[in-house]
């Protein structure tokens, strides 16, 4: 496979939600184009399909085209992130997520409710 010509991605540019790195399996990352979760295999993001070409149902099964390539496939992404490195990043965004302080409501009074066309000609 090849890369697809944009820029090496570096995980530790990457909001530690949007990668996984672990010791035992391959790190998993987003696709930039698409939003899916995809292995990184030979530093770069394995090649899989777009979305689904529109119009594409109205054709029969077997001369339906098949979705392009997605143009997130082949980006290549350097992990220089060891797997305890990334777990204390996810911890610190998650506990500085949890923080946050909720917006606060107010409730504010319902409108009075206009009377039926029945009870006005009743007048």
């Known amino acids: 496979m090849r890369h697809n010509g944009k820029p090496v991605i570096l995980a530790s540019k990457l909001s530690p939600s949007l990668i996984s790195v672990?010791?035992?399996?391959?790190?998993?990352?987003?696709?930039?184009?698409?939003?899916?979760?995809?292995?990184?295999?030979?530093?770069?993001?394995?090649?899989?399909?777009?979305?689904?070409?529109?119009?594409?149902?109205?054709?029969?099964?077997?001369?339906?085209?098949?979705?392009?390539?997605?143009?997130?496939?082949?980006?290549?992404?350097?992990?220089?992130?060891?797997?305890?490195?990334?777990?204390?990043?996810?911890?610190?965004?998650?506990r500085e997520a949890g923080l946050r302080r909720a917006t606060r409501v107010i409730p504010r009074p319902k409108p009075p409710v206009a009377r039926a066309l029945v009870q006005v000609a009743a007048r």
Do not use: N, Y
């Open 22 to 94: 672990s010791e035992r399996s391959c790190a998993l990352v987003v696709c930039s184009e698409c939003g899916t979760w995809k292995s990184i295999k030979r530093g770069m993001v394995t090649a899989h399909r777009g979305p689904h070409v529109p119009g594409a149902d109205a054709w029969p099964a077997e001369f339906r085209p098949s979705p392009p390539r997605c143009p997130g496939s082949g980006q290549r992404v350097r992990v220089d992130l060891s797997a305890q490195e990334w777990r204390q990043r996810l911890a610190d965004a998650s």
